[in-house]
């Protein structure tokens, strides 16, 4: 069954639908021909206005820049050596962008163990430090086109289906503001989503 490459439609509505839709996705990335993919099971939405989680909430500097841009780019930060992967939303200005905290891993897990070295399946991508590892992202995919199918994009699997009842909202995870909305979605029940059980 062929997978469907998301356009950039998909990216261009409220960061909060955006972050909620990306549930059951499937986010591939393609480095020294090595393809990984996994779906995704646990996100985050950063909003434009009255959010002071969000990094672009003192305005625009050189690492925010791709969250202003147009919609299904990346944003790619690095935090304690690693790094973090979002998705841009909404339209061009408006800066907001959905971190993808978690996916479970699909295709190439034998690539995902060797850059994580571990075997273990549940430690390859639970939590946005770990996927980056495994899919080998980093600042240098910092405003790539999501769109491309170059180097890391995201499909639609027909095969997948993901009801709204299966797609639990929580607060977000070690956010010190802004920290009493619910701007947190995850696969309930799913065993590769990161942070406390009680919250997924």
């Keep these: 069954m062929a997978h469907n490459t998301l356009t ?17 996705k499937t986010l591939v990335s393609r480095h020294n021909r090595q393809r990984v993919s996994g779906m995704i099971v646990e996100t985050e939405a950063y909003l434009p206005k009255g959010d002071s989680a969000s990094h672009a909430y003192r305005g625009p500097n050189r690492k925010n820049a791709s969250m202003f841009g147009p919609a299904g780019r990346a944003y790619v930060y690095s935090i304690h050596a690693r790094h973090c992967f979002n998705v841009v939303t909404e339209d ?6 959905v971190l993808v905290r978690a996916v479970e891993p699909l295709d190439g897990i034998t ?8 075997e273990k399946r549940e430690r390859l991508s639970t939590g946005p430090g770990r996927l980056c590892e495994a899919f080998a992202i980093d600042r240098q995919l910092d405003g790539v086109k ?10 639609h699997n027909p095969a997948i289906t993901i009801c709204n009842e299966m797609i639990r909202s929580t607060q977000r995870i070690g956010v010190t ?7 947190r979605f995850v696969l309930q029940g799913n065993g590769f989503v990161s942070g406390p059980r009680s919250l997924g």
């Design 146 to 155: 999501l769109t491309s199918r170059r180097r890391v994009w995201i499909e």
């Design 92 to 97: 061009p200005g408006v800066p907001c962008a």
């Design 8 to 24: 950039p439609t998909f990216f261009e509505h409220d960061v909060r639908e955006v972050a909620r839709s990306l549930i059951g």
């Design 111 to 118: 690539w995902m163990q060797q850059r994580r070295q571990t």
């Design 177 to 183: 503001s802004a920290g009493r909305l619910k701007l």
